[in-house]
């Protein structure tokens, strides 16, 4: 078991500039999610780790060694690829076992190993077959197991889950948690699934355009995004966002928007408010003229267990809310209002900062460039 | 599917397979029947409307021929040493501009050169270059020291055959190099780069993944050079004419069916090189299972 660290991580191919200047503590035993939408730059963050991609600058640490020029071979990690990467013309008893037979480890031991890693992932009746002859689930199994048995330090997953079909990535997604509870291995695991992120990891790391855009658990990330793109990113539906002006502050109305909306402060007196942001569980639909901003009910979606409303605020934006109960169908399509807690409120400012109530914005994102 | 749609299916699927079967029919059972109807005749070239059967005469005949089968032994020493060479060569060379390496595009390019040159002009070029007199080849081995005098390389009995398999690999070596490459493309670099994490050294990696990987390329590679080299017939011929050191099968067949107008032995010649072959591709797919590789 180890800790990673990376200090001032960049990369770039030829000219083009994927990851810049990364600096990264991930504990040991810590189940650590890179998280961002695709082209963000997390697998190759995940690589350079790994080894399979040497860093452009910067230094990768594992166990506190100094690795950014030590081959992907010598780091001792296991890394487990969307695709699997089984070695087609092997047994899944050979992919399992391959990697210790260059370790001197003796036949027998070797198959040792193997039955039991194959037991626990529950693939002990499939070692004579091959790769081909798996469903998509036993193969990552196997994929998994090729990783287990060498007792890395680190675990690098890379989207394991991304070729699976839901129900299997639900259950794979329970095992892999429980992998990690049972090994206390550091892991590291990169997906573009934002709730795949929320349910597997200690501490979530945000990437965008190659930089980190903020570390934390699954639950400061939801209460507390530092920016809008987090704020955006993380929470399914995503969070609802709407451009706002501020106007000169000459009575209470600091804030006002689309839909007769008005709130009566401004977080931040030098700063001003470009957009508010508000997630689909902290709003309520309520007949006009009892709310605070007018919409269109255009939309519902049931979904059995709940239900979302669909409203268009102002002119072009189109605004998700969660609604416990379904409403009556006669208001589909009929004006209607939203209203809210002040307190269930995100401001940004236009460069995408997060504006706290408290004055200062959260200083995550302090360089902007 | 009812009864008609199922008709009307084979219909238009023999449709489709009209135009194959008659160039087929054409171009290769009927000259070929033709061949093996005058292996039972004792045809002449000059008219071979004349003959009566004379059964399997013309194919003992050659059978009992000692220089049939001092073709046979050049055509199968070429053919197992000049392959043997190629495939190595184009393993190594693939392996080499499959990686990453400055000038890559510009290499796989300028490897194919060769195999686009036609082989009388390659083995005139060459020939020229071995020329004993005026090569450039015994020029440069003279001026760097290792000869005192030109070597006759096309004239020697004993240096031809290694000449022929010289040219042969020259002029061959880029298709090998271009179906093993395909075939290494196939792999996902993935499965390298799992490899590569879970520390398997670099000849274990080659040994154990890129080989067996490699082997349904390698073994369609092998098995078109092969058929390719037992019926070798331009670069000998053009080299040597019919010298008895480097004459194939197919410089026997033809020197019966043209230089002697033995229409019906030339024949029976012909034959014999068509069962080789077909015995040697039945080996060769046998052996390497190729039919079950491709299916996988």
């Known amino acids: 078991m180890a800790s990673v660290s990376m200090e001032s991580v960049s990369k770039s191919f030829g000219t083009h500039s994927v990851i810049h200047d990364v600096d990264l503590k991930i504990d040991d035993g810590e189940f650590v999610v890179f998280v961002g939408p695709s082209g963000c730059g997390k697998s190759t963050l995940l690589r350079i780790v790994a080894g399979l991609i040497s860093a452009s600058s910067g230094t990768v640490k594992i166990g506190g ?136 990891a200690d501490r979530i790391v945000v990437l965008n355009h190659g930089r980190i855009e903020q570390i934390g658990t699954p639950s400061e990330l939801y209460r507390q995004p530092g920016n809008r793109f987090v704020a955006g990113f993380i929470g399914s539906p995503r969070m609802n966002f709407l451009a706002v002006e501020t106007p000169a502050a000459h009575d209470d109305e600091h804030i006002v928007g689309p839909g007769g909306l008005a709130i009566g402060r401004s977080p931040s007196d030098s700063i001003p408010v470009a957009e508010i942001g508000i997630r689909p569980e902290a709003l309520r639909l309520v007949p006009t003229g009892t709310g605070r901003l007018d919409c269109m009910l255009e939309r519902v979606e049931d979904l059995g267990h709940e239900h979302f409303a669909y409203c268009r605020v ?54 902007l460039s | ?32 029947g033709r061949t093996f109807f005058f292996a039972f005749t004792d045809a002449f070239l000059d008219d071979p409307s004349v003959y009566s059967m004379v059964g399997i005469d013309n194919l003992i005949e050659v059978f009992n021929d000692h220089t049939w089968w001092l073709a046979v032994r050049n055509t199968l020493t070429f053919t197992v040493i000049s392959v043997a060479i190629e495939t190595a060569l184009g393993l190594a060379i693939a392996l080499l501009i499959n990686e990453a390496i400055p000038g890559r595009g510009l290499a796989r390019a300028a490897i194919l050169v060769p195999w686009a040159i036609p082989v009388v002009v390659s083995t005139k070029i060459w020939e020229w270059m071995l020329n004993d007199q005026f090569g450039v080849i015994n020029k440069l081995l003279e001026a760097l020291g290792f000869i005192d005098h030109g070597v006759a390389w096309t004239a020697s009995g004993s240096l031809i055959m290694g000449v022929v398999i010289f040219i042969d690999v020259w002029m061959t070596t ?48 092998v098995l078109f050079r092969t058929l390719d080299a037992l019926r070798m017939f331009d670069l ?6 019919s010298n008895e050191k480097v004459m194939t099968v197919s410089i026997y067949a033809r020197d019966r069916l043209i230089s002697f107008q033995e229409l019906g032995v030339g024949s029976a010649a012909s034959t014999w090189v068509f069962l080789l072959v077909a015995l040697v591709a039945i080996i060769i797919i046998g052996a390497l299972r190729l039919d079950r590789a491709a299916g996988h």
């Not at chain 1, 550091?186 to 929320?198: F, G, L, N, R």
């Not at chain 1, 209607?336 to 200083?363: I, N, V």
């Not at chain 2, 670099?189 to 490899?195: V, W």
Request: no cysteine; glycine share 6%; charged share 20%.
């Open chain 2, 1 to 32: 599917m009812s009864a008609r749609l199922v008709r009307r299916d084979h219909l238009a699927a023999w449709l489709f397979l009209v135009p194959v079967i008659a160039s087929m029919l054409v171009v290769a059972v009927w000259p070929l």
């Open chain 1, 314 to 367: 102002g002119s072009g934006t189109l605004w998700v809310v969660r609604l416990p109960a379904a409403p009556n169908t006669d208001t589909i399509g009929k004006p209607a209002a939203l209203t809210f807690d002040d307190h269930s409120l995100f401001f940004f400012a236009a460069d995408g900062r997060r504006l706290l109530p408290s004055a200062e914005p959260l200083g995550v994102r302090s360089a």
């Open chain 2, 174 to 221: 880029p298709f090998m190099v271009l179906l093993i490459l395909a075939g290494l493309q196939m792999i996902s670099q993935e499965i390298f780069e799992a490899a590569e994490v879970d520390g398997i050294p670099a000849w274990k990696r080659f040994w154990s993944i890129t080989l067996p990987m490699l082997r349904p390329a390698i073994g369609v590679a």
């Open chain 2, 236 to 241: 000998s011929y053009v080299l040597a004419a």
């Open chain 1, 65 to 200: 060694d100094d690795v950014t020029d030590v081959p992907a071979s010598k780091r001792g990690v296991a890394f487990v690829f969307q695709s699997y990467a089984l070695y087609p013309h092997m047994t899944v008893a050979r992919n399992i076992g391959f990697a210790l037979e260059t370790m001197g480890i003796r036949r027998d031991a070797i198959a040792q190993k193997v039955q039991q890693v194959a037991r626990m992932l529950k693939v002990d009746h499939l070692l004579n077959r091959r790769p081909r002859e798996l469903s998509g689930g036993q193969r990552q199994r196997v994929a998994i197991g090729r990783a287990l048995v060498r007792q890395p330090e680190i675990f690098l997953f890379d989207e394991p889950l991304s070729n699976l079909d839901a129900d299997l990535r639900m259950e794979m997604r329970m095992e892999i948690a429980k992998l990690h509870d049972d090994l206390k291995t550091t892991m590291i695991y990169v997906t573009h699934d934002q709730s795949e992120a929320m349910t597997l």
